[in-house]
Nanobody
Framework: QVQLVESGGGLAQAGGSLRLSCAAS????????MGWFRQAPGQERDFVAA????????YYADSVKGRFTISRDNAKNTVYLQMNSLKPEDTAVYYC????????????????WGQGTQVTVSS
């Protein structure tokens, strides 16, 4: 089992930045692909970004490409999401997720989920 805990959410102004962290415990995530998803009120949980176990491959939703960066530090068992040039439409609960093996962007392919962290962007 992998336990995931997100942190770093909060309130930001449009154009600002936030850095989310996802700390894993239970086992090393060295062989796990990691993803970030977000869910706004009344909406589906959507893909944001994903990274392969080695960090060599990254994927982004079109809506965040060029503004968000996903990274990982396997030695610290932690994944990050750097969010720049934030927009009000980025407001959502952000979830970290893990799956063993190949990186994918499909929500239902991830087995382990954190509780989420709220990000609110004011205009």
């Amino acid at each position: 089992q992998v336990q995931l805990v997100e942190s770093g959410g909060g309130l930001a102004q449009a154009g600002g930045s936030l850095r989310l962290s996802c700390a894993a415990s239970g086992r090393t995530i060295r062989m796990y692909a990691m993803g970030w998803f977000r869910q706004a009120p009344g909406q589906e949980r959507d893909f944001v970004a994903a990274i392969s176990w080695s960090g060599g491959s990254t994927y982004y939703a079109d809506s965040v490409k060029g503004r968000f960066t996903i990274s990982r530090d396997n030695a610290k068992n932690t994944v990050y999401l750097q969010m720049n040039s934030l927009k009000p439409e980025d407001t959502a609960v952000y979830y970290c997720a893990a799956r063993y093996g190949v990186v994918v962007t499909t929500r239902d392919e991830y087995n382990f989920w954190g509780q989420g962290t709220q990000v609110t962007v004011s205009s």
